[in-house]
């Protein structure tokens, strides 16, 4: 059997998708292969402002 795929698709406002992938990096630790969708914009602010939190952007995660 396959591992149970989720599409999270974060709402492109300030507070939501840092918690969201935080949930999908969850998901993914648990078994879920977790595709991650957000904007261009907001994809670029999450790597800077993530560059010393190893923990939040995974490999777990598409």
Same mark, same amino acid.
């Given at each position: /059997?396959?591992?149970?795929?989720? =599409? %999270?698709?974060?709402?492109?406002?300030?507070?939501? $998708?840092?918690?969201? /992938?935080?949930?999908?990096?969850? =998901? %993914?630790?648990?078994?879920?292969?977790?595709?991650? $969708?957000?904007?261009?914009?907001?994809?670029?602010?999450?790597?800077?402002?993530?560059?010393?939190?190893?923990?939040? $952007?995974?490999?777990?995660?598409?």
């Amino acid at each position: /059997m396959s591992k149970p795929h989720i =599409l %999270a698709f974060a709402y492109p406002a300030q507070g939501h $998708v840092l918690p969201l /992938m935080e949930f999908s990096q969850s =998901l %993914a630790k648990h078994g879920f292969r977790v595709t991650f $969708v957000h904007t261009e914009y907001n994809h670029k602010r999450v790597i800077n402002s993530t560059v010393n939190e190893s923990h939040i $952007v995974d490999d777990h995660i598409q």
